[in-house]
């Protein structure tokens, strides 16, 4: 016991204390190096869990949400763009693609634990779900869909005298942001009933 205490006391030594073979640029460039490499990796991880592959790799989200939305313009209309999962529910900007991540734990925790593991317990827990994605998403002033829609661009024309008069009225002036009024937009809306304003 006494040799592995004075080992690892050598062993601090050594970290603790400038090097007497290496060279002060061969450490540092060593240090850029691996900095490069740990940078590039952390990228890399956080780019794959960006993926809607990555998303759908769960069934809770495949046979759930992702059903949903393959039913929904967000999937499939006629000029062929697509919204995947991270464009709606992850911010662009790396400092809030990090801290979103950072609370998607939660969901690997609940995938890992079964929280919503069939479709009856997904069905129980999707409006407080929901309700936590429309807070995110009115907190952001519905960031992840202006990446894609703009007021500015839109050609009021184009759309139904209702939803001009509502975006003249609302989204315009900023009254209100696009979560509002586009709940259930991409996925079915959970069971409203006691829901304020419903």
């Known amino acids: 016991m ?23 640029g061969f450490l ?6 691996t900095g490069i490499i740990f940078w590039g990796g952390f990228n890399t991880a956080l780019e794959a869990t960006n993926t809607e592959v990555f998303c759908t790799v769960c069934h809770e989200m495949r046979d759930n949400v992702f ?14 763009v697509r919204a995947t999962c991270p464009d709606c529910h992850v911010p662009h900007d790396w400092t809030d693609k990090i801290a979103r991540k950072m609370q998607a734990s939660k969901e690997v925790w609940g995938h890992i634990f079964g929280t ?5 317990k997904f069905q129980q827990k999707r409006l ?3 309700k936590h994605e429309w807070a995110r998403l009115k907190a952001n002033d519905s960031l992840e869909c202006r990446n894609c829609h703009s007021e500015v661009s839109m050609d ?9 008069e509502a975006h003249q009225r609302e989204l315009v002036p900023g009254n209100k942001t696009c979560i509002d009024c586009h709940k259930g937009i991409a996925h079915q809306l959970p069971d409203m009933s006691g829901v304020e304003g419903w």
């Not at 540092?28 to 190096?33: A, D, L, N, Q, R």
């Not at 919503?116 to 009856?120: A, F, H, P, V, Y």
Request: glycine share 4%; no cysteine.
């Open 156 to 164: 009021f024309t184009r759309q139904s005298m209702r939803a001009v």
């Open 28 to 33: 540092t460039v060593g240090g850029f190096v």
């Open 128 to 130: 407080e779900l929901a």
């Open 2 to 24: 006494a040799s592995v205490i004075q080992r690892l006391k050598a062993y601090w030594r050594t970290f603790s204390r400038p090097s007497r073979h290496l060279s002060m």
């Open 67 to 80: 059903a949903e939305l393959k039913t929904t313009i967000h999937y499939s209309n006629r000029s062929g």
């Open 116 to 120: 919503i593991d069939t479709r009856d």
